[in-house]
T-cell receptor, first 113, second 112 residues
Framework: AQSVAQPEDQVNVAEGNPLTVKCTYS??????LFWYVQYPNRGLQFLLK????DNLVKGSYGFEAEFNKSQTSFHLKKPSALVSDSALYFC???????????WGAGTKLIIKP | DGGITQSPKYLFRKEGQNVTLSCEQN?????MYWYRQDPGQGLRLIYY???????QKGDIAEGYSVSREKKESFPLTVTSAQKNPTAFYLC???????????FGPGTRLTVL
């Protein structure tokens, strides 16, 4: 079965340090992968996607994600965290059976000053 | 200014009442979606529509209904058959199914 997992419920990072939010996936074909961010009581905002090509994908707000086929991972990264990056982050993968997105449970990112 | 709008932002319902949540987009997207989000949890798909006059059930469609009479609009009705409707409801759209989705600001429904 196709699935996506975010193994960490919460990640704590000091401001200015690099951050990583983890995502692993399981799909039968080539993966279409997405990252979104959600601020409190708001809708989700699209950050970046991987469909094919370069394994390092650059997105909005200085975020990037690294696709690793052998480890079936798509971790979200940022070189220097800001307090304003504190939010809920979701990873998603496209389900090849119906083209809908399968969502991870979300990771709460807390950036401390 | 393109985007997705949802109304109302907050909605209160008495038990036994049906309520309808509005979702409108001016992005010219073919596909639209409704999700439910409960506190501290991820998104669960209620219904989706890939084209006008067609829609499919998602993972938790029981107690909900939708229509897609216009490309721009995808209203969701929460019926009295939905036993636990208190949640945050998110509408989204994408140019086609499987592409990145763009979300509205959400409607928070509370049953009194």
């Amino acid at each position: 079965a196709q699935s996506v997992a975010q193994p960490e419920d919460q990640v704590n990072v000091a401001e200015g340090n690099p951050l990583t939010v983890k995502c692993t996936y399981s799909v039968s074909g080539n993966p279409y992968l997405f990252w979104y961010v959600q601020y409190p009581n708001r809708g989700l905002q699209f950050l970046l996607k991987y469909i094919t090509g370069d394994n390092l994908v650059k997105g909005s707000y200085g975020f990037e994600a690294e696709f690793n086929k052998s480890q079936t991972s798509f971790h979200l990264k940022k070189p220097s965290a800001l307090v304003s990056d504190s939010a809920l982050y979701f990873c998603a993968v496209r389900d090849d059976s119906n083209y809908q997105l399968i969502w991870g449970a979300g990771t709460k990112l807390i950036i401390k000053p | 200014d393109g985007g997705i709008t949802q109304s109302p932002k907050y909605l209160f319902r008495k038990e036994g009442q049906n309520v309808t949540l509005s979702c409108e987009q001016n992005l010219n997207h073919d596909a639209m979606y409704w999700y439910r989000q409960d506190p501290g949890q991820g998104l669960r798909l209620i219904y989706y529509s890939q084209i006008v006059n067609d829609f499919q059930k998602g993972d938790i469609a029981e107690g909900y209904s939708v229509s897609r009479e216009k490309k721009e609009s995808f209203p969701l009705t929460v019926t009295s058959a939905q036993k636990n409707p208190t949640a945050f409801y998110l509408c989204a759209s994408s140019i086609l199914s499987g592409n990145e989705q763009f979300f509205g600001p959400g409607t928070r429904l509370t049953v009194l």
